[in-house]
């Protein structure tokens, strides 16, 4: 199974089967308990991970970094300053120039696009560490949470917010994990009418159910997961003020906590915005997972670098 991974891209979840996505976070779960035991098997010695990143980061950029060097590789940051992307210097040349140099190229970016054109010229794996479509990392990280939370992943799982990158990953996963997994956002900031579609017909195989409900009330009912994510992504900062009256009921809240059962796991990918998509009593209260899930980023990322490399 190692060997399918080696030198393939990590561009969204749906590169990767069943089985495989399962096989991820089988190596994450075992790359924690070992690290847990003080052990750092030194998998990447050798290899150096570039970060590419337009955007700024916490989780992303640490994760990957602490990943590299406690697996024994080494990384280094290049932000938009140095770069420029598709301005200062093509997409397709620094994919070219950057596979002669490194090992991988974990990529943090605005338009998809600039994704797909990384890979396309890169002779190395390129990690999607975000677009403006997809942001598959999260979500693994996410997907281990529940399954070390849980015991399993057939849960059911609200996601209540906007219909952005975050969401689009959710639905990706759900459908090729064969998940139970209702959104619930506005009508106006739906999730992508492609990705629901192609979503819709994978379920067909998998045996997923991936539903929409406009009523966060109703979507959180008999749930075990409810998940959550700001209201105006990195780069739509500008639409939030005209964004709140329609987001506004779908804080998650004690209010809409009291709907789901008294078991629910509430989740953010973070950042939040305390007191806007979620209030400090979830966030920092007994139904909260968002640390531990933030602190498994770090496992998925080795899991990650450990099978592409």
């Keep these: ?62 994760s990957f970094e602490v990943a590299t060097r406690q697996l024994g590789g080494e990384s280094f940051y290049l ?45 190395v794996p390129v990690i999607n560490g975000l677009s403006d479509l997809h942001h598959p990392c999260q979500v693994l990280g996410d997907l281990f949470t529940i399954l070390e939370k849980k015991g399993t992943l057939n849960v059911k799982i609200a996601f209540i917010g906007d219909g952005n990158n975050v969401c689009h990953s959710w639905i990706v996963a759900a459908a090729r994990l064969g998940l139970f997994l209702v959104v619930s956002t506005p009508e106006r900031y739906k999730p992508s009418q492609c990705i629901w579609d192609w979503a819709q017909e994978e379920a067909k195989k ?13 979507a959180v009912q008999s749930v075990d997961v409810i998940y959550t994510d700001v209201w105006a992504s990195m780069g739509k900062e500008g639409e939030l003020e005209e964004r709140i009256p329609f987001f ?5 809240n004690e209010d809409l906590l009291a709907f789901a059962s008294s078991e629910v796991m509430v989740m953010h990918c ?40």
């Design 1 to 62: 199974m190692t060997r399918l991974f080696r030198g393939r891209h990590f561009l969204d979840l749906a590169d990767f089967s069943k089985e495989e996505l399962l096989f991820l976070l089988d190596v994450a779960a075992d790359l924690k308990k070992r690290w847990l035991l003080g052990e750092c098997p030194k998998i990447l010695e050798g290899k150096i991970v570039a970060l590419l990143f337009e955007k700024p980061s916490l989780r992303t950029r640490v």
């Design 79 to 123: 932000g938009p300053q140095e770069v420029g992307l598709g301005k200062r210097e093509a997409v397709k040349d620094v994919a070219l120039v950057l596979g002669r140099m490194v090992d991988a190229i974990v990529l943090r970016t605005f338009a998809h696009e600039t994704v797909l054109e990384m890979a396309k010229y890169s002779s």
């Design 206 to 218: 998998s045996g997923a159910e991936i539903l929409y409900e406009p009523d966060p009330r109703k």
């Design 270 to 309: 973070m950042p939040a915005h305390r007191g806007q998509e979620i209030t400090d009593g979830v966030i920092d209260g007994p139904h909260s997972v968002v640390i531990d899930e933030a602190e498994n980023r770090l496992h998925a990322q080795k899991a990650i670098l450990s099978l592409l490399l």
């Design 248 to 252: 506004l009921p779908y804080q998650v």
